[in-house]
């Protein structure tokens, strides 16, 4: 079992006995990608799961640029269909971008407009990553200029930034919330519903063990562990 967090520097050979197979994921999934790993494995014991993760833009990239990716989870589908076999990805979960602040919510910040104020620190994902992308939706919806702070490469950088007190509050996923004791969620209004949906997809035809991944994800099994990290299912 192995994990990458931005770039694989190299792949070392499969075993004679092991299948290895290169599974690139959107940083929101590394939670429950990590723990689907482990049940994948548990349940395929001639295959080893390597993970990059990283956003879902800078993936893109990399796999355009001749990554050796076997599977891609994307955190939007305008990124999932930057690469090729986007025609064969399927939706196997969904987010909700919501507003994240400090745990306690120190400045008692209770809406949307309160972005706004003076003397607040805002942190978003950066305009072309999918987070980014929903935060920018999200303040169109409600006719808002926003002037982020400072902008993050993925929604983990967003997370941590209000976790330790450098940012009071910003946009990033409902998940990212769940899953860190540090942060609370600003509901956002009833009349703003943006959802994000995760497309996955195999990169690699020639390896069958993507595919098998990929069922296992879909799979009752699968969508239990992503329901555990907070996801929707689609």
Aim: aromatic fraction near 6%; charge should be negative.
């Amino acid at each position: 079992m192995a994990a990458l967090t931005l770039a694989i520097a190299g792949c070392g050979g499969a075993t004679n006995d092991t299948d290895e197979l290169v599974v690139f994921a959107a940083a929101s999934l590394t939670n429950s990608f990590r723990e689907i790993e482990t049940a994948f494995e548990t349940t395929h014991p001639d295959i080893s799961v390597t993970l990059n993760l990283a956003g879902s833009s800078q993936l893109a990239t990399q796999i355009t640029d001749g990554a050796p990716a076997d599977v891609f989870a994307a955190a939007d589908t305008v990124t999932m269909g930057r690469v090729d076999h986007a025609n064969t990805a399927q939706i196997f979960a969904r987010n909700r971008p919501q507003i994240l602040v400090p745990s306690g919510n120190p400045l008692g910040l209770g809406s949307l407009d309160d972005l706004t104020d003076d003397g607040i620190t805002l942190v978003v994902c950066a305009p072309e990553v999918p987070c980014g992308s929903y935060a920018e939706m999200i303040f169109a919806a409600a006719n808002l200029d926003i002037h982020p702070d400072s902008w993050e490469p993925n929604a983990a950088g967003v997370v941590t930034k209000i976790a330790s007190g450098e940012a009071d509050v910003g946009i990033a996923y409902a998940t990212d919330a769940l899953a860190n004791p540090d942060i609370d969620v600003i509901a956002l209004p009833d009349s703003i519903d943006i959802a994000a949906d995760y497309p996955i997809a195999v990169i690699a035809a020639d390896n069958p063990s993507a595919q098998a991944f990929i069922d296992f994800v879909l799979s009752p099994d699968g969508q239990a562990i992503l329901s555990r990290f907070g996801f929707e299912t689609p």
